[in-house]
């Protein structure tokens, strides 16, 4: 039975990531800049590029989550045409986003009685996201059917490894990650927060490195103890309006991890918010999450 991967815009799933492998529909997610609303995704009113120009310029910037009428006519156009809907969402520790999905899922079962549709919580964030959204649809390319394709993706998603580092406290205070105190002794030591999202899906401060070059060494070092490539030797640097240094990662992860197959992916708007410009991450699987 045909079926369709559903995602949305927080994977930020950029261009050479779902290359080659089946389409995957990316749900457009909303944001407000400088007081102005806008959508991000396909068909989104604003660029990357955009947002972190005026982000730099200092625009203050907020998301919220997708609403149940964006949810319900993307699942009824699926189901409607006779194709199932498996929908891999923005972990549920950080948005709501993904009990709406459910709540709409739920009430579309009684309308749709002989489709299917799963909702899987990918307990992951961002270009993590991107990576369990890319390898499911890599599955599906395989002939995994949609109940296979669900229960590996939650077996699956607690090997899914993220290291974040951020150039600045700043909107991590604003999101209420940190303390106005932590951002101001932050700022003045230059220190480059690492964090990483936990086994249950949340964001977690764990150093705090001081200059980008040692918050660089510290997500390699998490990439030592950890690296597992024998689902796939794919690793994602996702990175915030900062390609020269997405590739100085990528270089430094190849030197040592000659079998990896880098992808880079931008950092868009909906995340951008929270974490700011310069944010770098490195996505692999991994035993050390």
């Avoid at 079962?109 to 649809?137: K, Q």
């Avoid at 994602?236 to 990662?249: F, N, Q, T, Y």
């Amino acid at each position: 039975m045909p079926y369709q991967i559903i995602t949305d815009a927080t994977a930020d799933l950029g261009p050479e990531l779902p290359a080659g492998l089946p389409q995957v529909t990316v749900l457009p997610m909303d944001l407000t800049l400088e007081g102005r609303p806008y959508t991000y995704g396909p068909g989104g009113t604003i660029s990357t590029a955009e947002f972190y120009t005026a982000l730099c310029a200092g625009a203050p910037a907020s998301t919220a989550p997708i609403g149940p009428l964006r949810f319900q006519q993307t699942f009824e156009w699926c189901l409607s045409r006779g194709v199932d809907v498996l929908y891999l969402g923005f972990s549920s520790a950080l948005s709501a986003t993904f009990q709406t999905a459910c709540r709409v899922a739920q009430e579309l079962a009684h309308r749709y009685p002989a489709r299917s549709i799963r909702c899987v919580d990918t307990r992951c964030a961002s270009v993590g996201e991107g990576f369990l959204v890319r390898e499911a649809a890599r599955k599906q390319a395989q002939g995994l059917s949609l109940d296979a394709l669900a229960a590996w993706v939650e077996a699956r998603r607690g090997a899914v490894c993220h290291w974040f580092t951020v150039d600045s406290f700043t909107y991590l205070r604003r999101g209420g990650r940190v303390s106005a105190v932590q951002a101001v002794f932050g700022a003045a030591l230059q220190v480059k927060p690492l964090l990483h999202v936990t086994a249950q899906g949340a964001l977690e401060l764990t150093e705090k490195p001081r200059g980008r070059r040692r918050a660089m060494e510290a997500q390699l070092e998490q990439m030592r103890r950890g690296w597992e490539p024998g689902e796939s030797p794919l690793v994602v640097i996702g990175h915030g309006d900062v390609p020269d240094r997405a590739g100085e990662l990528r270089q430094a992860v190849l030197r040592e991890f000659p079998r990896a197959q880098v992808l880079l992916s931008p950092i868009g708007p909906v995340i951008g918010a929270h974490t700011g410009p310069g944010m770098l991450a490195l996505i692999f699987w991994g035993s050390v999450r």
